[in-house]
C-alpha cells in the first residue's frame, strides 16, 4: 500500500517536471537547476499533502468544538495565506535562495579543511538499523533546539520585534503557525539548516521530520477546545498548551519575565527550564503593548511585514535602549514601546 502510494507520488513529481518545469528551464538555458527542480517539486507536493491533512483533520475540529466564533474572518484569512506562501514554498523557497550560496561556501570550506560533520549513526552504529529510533532522536534534538530558539527569539529585544508578529494575532487558528516576519523566517530557516548540518540529519529523515513537526504545530495553534489531559500534555504540546503561550494576559501571581510554555513538540523542556504553566483554561489570545501596533492584529500581510521592521529598527535606537533599561515594560518583561 505504502509503496503503492510512493510510486503514484514519484510519477506525478516526474510528470509535473516533463510537462510545467522542464519546457521552460530548457527554454532559458537553465538545464542544470533541474534537479534542484526535481526537490523543488517534491517539497511542493509533501507541501500540498501537508495542508490537505491540516485542512481535513483539524478545520472540523474547530468547526466542532470553537473556542471562539468571529463572524468577520478578515484577520484568519491573512494567516491562511502566510499557510499558502509557508507551506507550499514560496518562502522557503526565498529562504534556500538566500542561504544557499552562505552554506555552499561552508561546505566546500569544510571539505577543503578535512572536516566532515558527524552524523549521529557514525556516534551509535546501532542506529543504521532502527531508522524509527533515529527518527525520534533527530526530532529530540530538532526540537531541543526550537525550544531555544524560540525562547531567545522572546529574550532579544531586537527578535522579539519580528516574533510579536506571530504573536499578534488573536483570532488564533490553525493557520497561525505560519504568521511570521519573512525575516523570522530567515532566521528561523538558518537555525535549523546549521542544526540539521551539525547532527548529520539524513536526507531521507530531512522532510519526513519537517512533515511532523509542522503538523503539530498546526494542531497546537487550532482554534478548538482541545487538551491532551495532565498527562498528555506532559508528553505532547496540546492546543491548551500554546494557547497559554499566546495568551494575552496570565493569572496574577503568575508573571514570566519572557514569556511561558516555549516548547514546540515536547514540553520536556519547559519542565527542564522552569518556563512551564500548566492553566486548565482557555485564554484569550494576542498581544498587549508589545513593539508593534496593536492594529497588526487586523492588518494585511505587507503592513506586519512593515510594522515588523518599523520595530526592528525602534529596537536598535539609542532612544529605546534607554527606554529598556528605565521604562516600564510589559507582562514579559520586554519593554513597553507604548509607553514612548
Ligand atoms: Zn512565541
Ligand atoms: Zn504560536
Same mark, same amino acid.
Given at each position: 500500500m505504502i509503496d503503492t502510494l510512493v510510486e503514484a507520488f514519484v510519477a506525478l513529481q516526474g510528470w509535473l517536471l516533463d510537462r510545467l518545469i522542464q519546457p521552460p528551464l530548457l527554454a532559458m538555458g537553465l538545464g542544470s537547476y533541474l534537479e534542484m527542480a526535481f526537490d523543488g517539486i517534491e517539497f511542493f507536493l509533501c507541501g500540498v499533502l501537508q495542508i490537505s491533512a491540516a485542512y481535513l483533520l483539524l478545520r472540523p475540529l474547530e468547526a466542532l468544538r470553537p473556542i471562539e466564533v468571529w463572524r468577520d474572518r478578515q484577520a484568519v484569512r491573512v494567516d491562511v495565506l502566510y499557510s499558502l506562501l509557508d507551506r507550499l514554498g514560496i518562502i522557503p523557497l526565498l529562504v534556500f535562495a538566500l542561504l544557499a550560496p552562505l552554506f555552499a561556501s561552508v561546505d566546500s570550506w569544510l571539505r577543503f579543511n578535512d572536516i566532515i560533520p558527524p552524523q549521529l549513526e557514525d556516534l551509535f552504529p546501532p542506529l543504521e538499523t532502527r531508522p524509527l529510533l533515529s527518527f525520534v532522536i533527530y526530532l529530540l534534538i530538532l526540537d531541543f533546539t526550537e525550544y531555544w530558539r524560540h525562547r531567545l527569539s522572546h529574550r532579544f529585544r531586537w527578535w522579539w520585534a519580528l516574533h510579536a508578529i506571530h504573536h499578534s /494575532?488573536? /483570532?488564533? @487558528?490553525?493557520? @497561525?503557525?505560519?504568521? #511570521?516576519?519573512l525575516l523570522d523566517d530567515l532566521i528561523g530557516g538558518f537555525w535549523f539548516a546549521v542544526v540539521a548540518l551539525l547532527v548529520g540529519v539524513p536526507p531521507g529523515h530531512f522532510i519526513g521530520l519537517l512533515i511532523v513537526v509542522k503538523t503539530i504545530e498546526n494542531l497546537s495553534h487550532? #482554534?478548538?477546545?482541545?487538551s491532551f489531559g495532565r498527562l498528555g500534555e506532559l508528553l505532547l504540546v496540546s492546543p491548551r498548551y500554546h494557547r497559554w503561550h499566546h495568551a494575552l494576559d496570565l493569572p496574577v501571581g503568575r508573571q514570566y519575565r519572557y514569556g511561558c510554555n516555549f516548547a514546540v513538540l515536547f514540553p520536556v523542556w519547559d519542565q527542564l527550564f522552569a518556563t512551564q504553566y500548566s492553566g486548565q483554561s482557555m485564554p484569550a489570545c494576542g498581544l498587549r503593548?508589545? =513593539?508593534? =501596533?496593536?492594529?497588526a492584529a487586523r492588518s494585511g500581510f505587507w503592513r506586519q511585514q512593515y510594522e515588523g521592521l518599523c520595530a526592528l529598527a525602534a529596537a536598535f535606537r539609542p532612544h529605546s535602549r534607554q527606554v529598556q533599561q528605565t521604562g516600564p515594560t510589559n507582562d514579559y518583561g520586554q519593554p513597553d514601546s507604548h509607553a514612548r
Amino acid at each position: 500500500m505504502i509503496d503503492t502510494l510512493v510510486e503514484a507520488f514519484v510519477a506525478l513529481q516526474g510528470w509535473l517536471l516533463d510537462r510545467l518545469i522542464q519546457p521552460p528551464l530548457l527554454a532559458m538555458g537553465l538545464g542544470s537547476y533541474l534537479e534542484m527542480a526535481f526537490d523543488g517539486i517534491e517539497f511542493f507536493l509533501c507541501g500540498v499533502l501537508q495542508i490537505s491533512a491540516a485542512y481535513l483533520l483539524l478545520r472540523p475540529l474547530e468547526a466542532l468544538r470553537p473556542i471562539e466564533v468571529w463572524r468577520d474572518r478578515q484577520a484568519v484569512r491573512v494567516d491562511v495565506l502566510y499557510s499558502l506562501l509557508d507551506r507550499l514554498g514560496i518562502i522557503p523557497l526565498l529562504v534556500f535562495a538566500l542561504l544557499a550560496p552562505l552554506f555552499a561556501s561552508v561546505d566546500s570550506w569544510l571539505r577543503f579543511n578535512d572536516i566532515i560533520p558527524p552524523q549521529l549513526e557514525d556516534l551509535f552504529p546501532p542506529l543504521e538499523t532502527r531508522p524509527l529510533l533515529s527518527f525520534v532522536i533527530y526530532l529530540l534534538i530538532l526540537d531541543f533546539t526550537e525550544y531555544w530558539r524560540h525562547r531567545l527569539s522572546h529574550r532579544f529585544r531586537w527578535w522579539w520585534a519580528l516574533h510579536a508578529i506571530h504573536h499578534s /494575532q488573536r /483570532q488564533m @487558528t490553525l493557520w @497561525t503557525d505560519s504568521r #511570521n516576519h519573512l525575516l523570522d523566517d530567515l532566521i528561523g530557516g538558518f537555525w535549523f539548516a546549521v542544526v540539521a548540518l551539525l547532527v548529520g540529519v539524513p536526507p531521507g529523515h530531512f522532510i519526513g521530520l519537517l512533515i511532523v513537526v509542522k503538523t503539530i504545530e498546526n494542531l497546537s495553534h487550532v #482554534n478548538a477546545r482541545l487538551s491532551f489531559g495532565r498527562l498528555g500534555e506532559l508528553l505532547l504540546v496540546s492546543p491548551r498548551y500554546h494557547r497559554w503561550h499566546h495568551a494575552l494576559d496570565l493569572p496574577v501571581g503568575r508573571q514570566y519575565r519572557y514569556g511561558c510554555n516555549f516548547a514546540v513538540l515536547f514540553p520536556v523542556w519547559d519542565q527542564l527550564f522552569a518556563t512551564q504553566y500548566s492553566g486548565q483554561s482557555m485564554p484569550a489570545c494576542g498581544l498587549r503593548h508589545g =513593539p508593534i =501596533p496593536e492594529s497588526a492584529a487586523r492588518s494585511g500581510f505587507w503592513r506586519q511585514q512593515y510594522e515588523g521592521l518599523c520595530a526592528l529598527a525602534a529596537a536598535f535606537r539609542p532612544h529605546s535602549r534607554q527606554v529598556q533599561q528605565t521604562g516600564p515594560t510589559n507582562d514579559y518583561g520586554q519593554p513597553d514601546s507604548h509607553a514612548r
